[in-house]
């Protein structure tokens, strides 16, 4: 009712004389009764379904039980009677859902014909006479009825439940109704067991109806699980398309702090660092809901499933960052993980997911990380797994090769390196609906080693056109930085310059070599860096040293020769998107532009921007190259399991693979700890494949399939013995 005041209604089932009663009680918020009043036909059984306020005063749907009819009793302010008036039909009828119209109100229940039950709408007018009544049956199963309705401009959405039209004894029935209460158009929702549905609310934003119900499903007969469904409504309401502002996410450093090298502890979380499981986690949070963040690139994240933390430690550790997330995900925050390539993290990090909900591809679980990719960056010529890389100047980070082995190999182990990650990365996106996108960290595709000046060269451009080509279609989004040093450029200082600066025009010439798949817009996230200066007298810096120091200059305060502190995110990423709003439209010059699209902003590093308080906290309206910003899917496009058979299931480690639509290429498979038992890739890809996992423990296993087109199911394999 507002100011923390309710209304409450309640049925006094046994009054003082055999009779039925309802009562309103109103209570302030600290739960004290401030008026309670009560309502009854003498000895006549009644029973009071819903309240709704209209007017300032309430009507109550009751219903008559002992002649069926439902009933609308009309309250004033203080829940004092005003009248009533009670809505006999030709059969028994029953009303359970109520809903204000724009002549007054509808009904929604069900009558009793004397062999089946039908759902039931009533429409009364303001002053309490019905307009009309209106039966609506299942003509195909029998009986059905209503439990809510939700009224529209052009008419209602009613929502109960029918006999089965699909599996299981009952369905939920959704009906489209106009205003006059014609069904315009059924739907059914349902599995194997019993479904129900209870209540309907209307979200015009998105011309839909969100739907709450039960089932009994999994032989939980005494509380069935809750679910929530929706559905679109055509409300006849003219669909504006919401203003669209570009999204920020954020590079999280330090979120997870290890013991370094040489430690005793060498690997192991310390935990007297970090953000997560302090209150550090609470700060981060509502630094990204004060400055718009909804995305969060957490740092240290692979930590926690590394084989050294994978113990009472690092399992509770699993829980602190499941909480983390889940409080993010309440407050539409998104989190990013941040993939190590030596030892599999992201494998673990993707049975992470599942273990949360065991019965597998629960796809908006909030406590599960959302997208995911990779650390290795093969541009920056750093170590590769290739047994011929020697070793790397801890002074300056150069890479020193073995004798024999050139820079040329250097580069492409690196792009292998990387494509294999790539490539490992897709297929645990596939095979996880948890995990939406597989994200992409790119600072130069490739440049070949020039060793007499001893810097890179750029002139190889057909190779770094066929990396781009390479990784772009195997990535959802590429986050390019414009940030820190690289050696061979000390950075891409744009802020504040304009078109004609080289540094843009190296940016320009970088995404050029993106968006080469016409029928796919290639989607960047720009990436900022927000180390910046703090002390011109101490040589205080937060990055590493004055090179460092380019963006994050632009978002220091005072003195005045370092920046004005009116400057916030909102007015760096106007800037970028100022001064880039022609490049994107260079389709004659790079034809490939038109199909790369700017889907967000990102910003590093946090713990250089966490005590700044931005004077504009808000967020860019989209240009003609953000139409498509980072947002939640709706759906994953994986192989359907209906098209991968596993016989027979449980087995004794023998067993046969089929697919019926696509051939299988590689088989793995995991124990329910993320430890890969088993690994093969076929000779040549086939339709039905024959396995022995002999020897093999009993056991719950994981199957990960890889077919021929890329796609990926996976199942469950049960092994008894």
Not at 546 to 573: I, R
């Amino acid at each position: 009712c507002g100011q923390g005041e309710f209304t409450v209604l309640l049925n006094l089932v046994w009054g003082e004389t055999p009779r039925h009663a309802f009562r309103l009680l109103h209570i302030d918020s600290t739960g004290q009764a401030l008026w309670q009043t009560t309502h009854d036909l003498g000895s006549t059984e009644i029973f009071a379904e819903k309240l709704l306020s209209h007017n300032g005063e309430y009507i109550v749907l009751v219903n008559r039980l002992d002649n069926p009819a439902p009933m609308l009793w009309q309250l004033n302010a203080q829940g004092a009677y005003n009248t009533h008036s009670t809505f006999s039909q030709a059969h028994h009828t029953w009303g359970y859902g109520l809903t204000n119209t724009t002549s007054g109100f509808a009904i929604a229940g069900k009558e009793y014909n004397g062999s089946q039950y039908n759902a039931s709408l009533l429409r009364m007018a303001a002053n309490l006479s019905q307009i009309s009544h209106s039966t609506h049956n299942n003509s195909s199963t029998g009986n059905a009825w209503y439990e809510d309705l939700t009224a529209h401009p052009t008419g209602f959405l009613a929502i109960g439940q029918c006999d089965n039209q699909g599996e299981g004894q009952q369905d939920v029935w959704i009906c489209h109704i106009d205003s006059l209460g014609d069904t315009l158009k059924t739907e059914t929702l349902g599995g194997e067991e019993n479904d129900y549905g209870h209540a309907v609310v209307l979200v015009p934003q998105l011309f839909s109806a969100f739907i709450a119900g039960y089932n009994n499903s999994y032989s939980i007969a005494e509380s069935g699980n809750a679910y929530l469904g929706g559905v679109k409504v055509d409300m006849g309401l003219p669909e504006v398309e919401e203003e669209c502002k570009v999204p920020r996410a954020l590079w999280v450093d330090g979120f997870v702090e290890i013991y370094p090298t040489g430690h005793p502890k060498e690997g192991e979380i310390n935990t007297s660092l970090g953000i997560l499981n302090k209150s550090s986690a609470n700060d981060l949070i509502n630094f990204s809901i004060q400055n718009e963040i909804t995305n969060l690139v957490l740092y240290g994240v692979d930590h926690i499933f590394r084989d050294v933390n994978q113990n009472a430690t690092g399992t509770a550790y699993k829980g602190y960052l499941s909480s983390f997330i889940t409080k993010c995900d309440s407050l539409g925050i998104l989190c990013t993980f941040l993939s190590g390539y030596k030892n599999k993290e992201y494998d673990r990090a993707s049975f992470y997911n599942s273990e949360l909900n065991v019965a597998g591809n629960n796809y908006k679980y909030s406590g599960k990380l959302r997208y995911i990719m990779p650390e290795h960056e093969f541009w920056n010529a750093r170590k590769t797994t290739s047994s011929r890389h020697q070793s790397t100047n801890p002074t300056n980070d150069i890479v020193i090769l073995s004798t024999g082995y050139t820079w040329d190999q250097h580069y492409y182990d690196c792009y292998t390196d990387h494509k294999n990650i790539m490539d490992s990365l897709n297929i645990i996106d596939a095979s996880d609906a948890n995990i939406w996108e597989v994200h992409d960290y790119i600072g130069y595709f490739y440049h070949r080693w020039d060793s007499s000046s001893n810097s890179y060269s750029e002139t190889n451009t057909a190779w770094r056109a066929a990396i781009a080509d390479t990784l772009e279609d195997m990535s959802n989004g590429i986050y390019i930085p414009y940030y820190l040093k690289h050696e061979w450029d000390s950075g891409v200082a744009f802020v504040g310059r304009n078109n004609a600066n080289g540094y843009v025009q190296l940016w320009q010439e970088r995404i050029s070599y993106l968006g080469q798949n016409n029928s796919k817009p290639t989607r960047i996230f720009p990436l900022f860096s927000a180390e910046y200066f703090k002390s011109w007298s101490n040589n205080d810096y937060c990055g590493d040293d004055e090179s460092t120091d380019f963006l994050g200059k632009y978002l220091h305060g005072p003195p005045a020769n370092v920046g004005n502190s009116s400057n916030t995110f909102k007015k760096v990423e106007k800037l970028y998107l100022d001064q880039h709003d022609s490049i994107y439209t260079q389709t004659t010059a790079f034809p490939n532009l038109q199909n790369v699209e700017v889907n967000a902003t990102s910003w590093y590093k946090y713990s250089c921007v966490q005590n700044k308080n931005f004077t504009d906290k808000g967020r860019n309206n989209c240009y003609v190259f953000t139409k498509h910003p980072l947002r939640i899917e709706d759906d994953k496009n994986h192989v359907l399991n209906t098209e991968i058979s596993i016989y027979p299931n449980p087995n004794n480690g023998s067993f046969v693979i089929g697919s019926s639509i696509q051939k299988i290429e590689s088989i793995r498979v995991f124990d329910y700890s993320g430890i890969m038992v088993f690994n093969r890739k076929l000779i040549e890809p086939i339709r039905e494949v024959n396995f022995d996992l002999y020897p093999i423990q009993s056991g719950l296993y994981i199957l990960v399939i890889e077919c021929d087109n890329r796609t990926v199911s996976t199942r469950k394999l049960i092994v008894s013995k």
